[in-house]
């Protein structure tokens, strides 16, 4: 059965501040790794879809990070703003984009 | 608004009743997706559709049902088999790669 973790399962950081959170998965099966951001009251958005080992990906003041050989992604927040407070979710794509395996999210709470 | 519908917010329902949850899409999408969230559990998958007519058994099928009968719409059955029904359940929908999300039904089952 394969397993994605995400750690810390929650996390509390300073408005100003930079972070940073991780994507753990087996690296036996892969096909992609997708980010999603999900705000109270509102639907999971996605933020990026990696495929590539070493790939790189930047949207504003996040971004994310691939390494499929050693099985991890890291997603990182540049000067955290309060509108950045949401659930982070990983997940994924073994063998297609189709049958996603998702983690528990990590819950970032930006304090002003 | 292209997007995605998901009805009702809430629901309730007595236990042994089979219950329906309705999800349409406007974004053309192919393929569609039914998804249970637990507390502290990531997004499971329940039934997947990849095309109209057809749809596929996911990691948590026991007591649910799906049909896809046009490309727009794929609707949940929660049935008296499913043994702890009460959860919040996700419908999605995807071109090829990134999934499109509804609002999300809260289903208590009394």
Redesign the interface.
């Known amino acids: 059965i394969l397993n994605v973790e995400q750690s810390p399962q929650s996390l509390h950081v300073q408005e100003g501040d930079s972070t940073n959170f991780t994507c753990s998965f087996p690296s036996s099966n892969f096909y992609a790794l997708h980010w999603y951001r999900w705000e109270t009251a509102k639907s999971p958005e996605a933020l990026f879809v990696m495929t590539l080992n070493g790939d790189e990906k930047k949207k504003g003041r996040i971004s994310a990070t691939l390494n499929t050989k050693e099985g991890y992604s890291y997603l990182y927040i540049k000067g955290s703003q309060p509108e950045d407070s949401a659930t982070y979710l990983c997940a994924l794509g073994a063998d297609s984009n189709y049958q996603l395996i998702w983690g528990a999210g990590t819950k970032l709470i930006i304090k002003p | 608004d292209g997007g995605?519908t998901q009805s009702p917010k809430y629901l309730f329902r007595k236990e042994g009743q089979n219950v329906t949850l309705s999800c349409e899409q406007n974004l053309n999408h192919d393929?569609m997706?039914w998804?249970r969230q637990d507390p502290?559990?990531?997004?499971?998958?329940i039934y997947?559709s990849?095309i109209v007519n057809d749809f596929q058994k996911?990691d948590i099928a026991e007591g649910y049902s799906v049909s896809r009968e046009k490309k727009e719409s794929f609707p949940l059955t929660v049935t008296s088999a499913q043994k702890n029904p009460t959860a919040f359940y996700?419908c999605a929908s995807?071109s090829?790669?990134?999934?499109?999300?509804?609002?999300?039904t809260r289903l208590t089952v009394l």
């Open positions: 995605i393929a997706y998804y502290g559990q990531g997004l499971r998958l997947y990849q996911g996700l995807s090829e790669v990134e999934q499109f999300f509804g609002p999300g």
